[in-house]
């Protein structure tokens, strides 16, 4: 039997996105953004949720650019950082000791030690309710090479990624290899019906 939890904002799991933007006077900054993720495939799209109150609200607004950095294993005590400060307060980038790269495609910086980086322009914003949505077209992806198969091809066990439970407040890494996708449903095609 299924117990009702009510209408609240979970779905398992969350990315941890690093949501790059500058603000007004350029100064580069970062936050943690979990409500997210791919939202089309032609064009290559991605959406963010975040609040009107967080610093990077505006710089999203003004420049109509961000990255998503995502961070590996290594890096979650500055990705957890990042969505705990505001850059109202503070240089996040100084903090932590790791560098803003300006991207060269967007008008947005992105975490030079993170191993993916999507350099996005934002093409929608929708005013949700709490939470404003940014789409935003991928124009283009860096990966380090490390991170990259025999195929040139990203692989997430070496990108090492993590995500986040929102209702326990905690970081979990990417388990065991379940399976090939497009084939282990096969089976049920196979059944004679």
């Not at 929102?166 to 379940?178: E, F, K, N, R």
Request: with cysteine; glycine share 8%; hydrophobic share 35%.
């Amino acid at each position: 039997m299924k117990k009702s939890l009510g209408a609240v904002p979970i779905v398992y799991p969350t990315p941890v996105f690093i949501v790059g933007t500058y603000d007004d006077a350029g100064k580069p900054n970062v936050m943690a953004v979990s409500w997210g993720g791919i939202c089309c495939t032609t064009p290559p799209c991605v959406s963010i949720s975040l609040r009107k109150a967080t610093y990077s609200y505006q710089g999203l607004l003004n420049r109509k650019a961000f990255t998503i950095s995502l961070p590996s294993e290594a890096h979650i005590a500055a990705a957890d950082y990042f969505g705990t400060v505001s850059g109202r307060k503070t240089d996040k980038f100084a903090d932590t000791g790791l560098t803003p790269v300006r991207s060269d495609l967007v008008d947005a910086p992105y975490v030079k030690e993170f191993p993916f980086i999507l350099e996005c322009k934002v093409i929608q914003v929708h005013e949700i309710g709490l939470h404003t949505q940014f789409i935003g077209e991928i124009v283009d992806i860096k990966a380090d090479e490390s991170i990259l198969d025999d195929h040139g091809q990203p692989n997430i066990q070496r990108i090492k990624p993590f995500l986040y439970a929102p209702q326990q407040a905690a970081y979990y890494g990417i388990g065991i290899h379940l399976g090939e996708a497009y084939s282990i449903g096969e089976t049920f095609t196979k059944k004679e019906r």
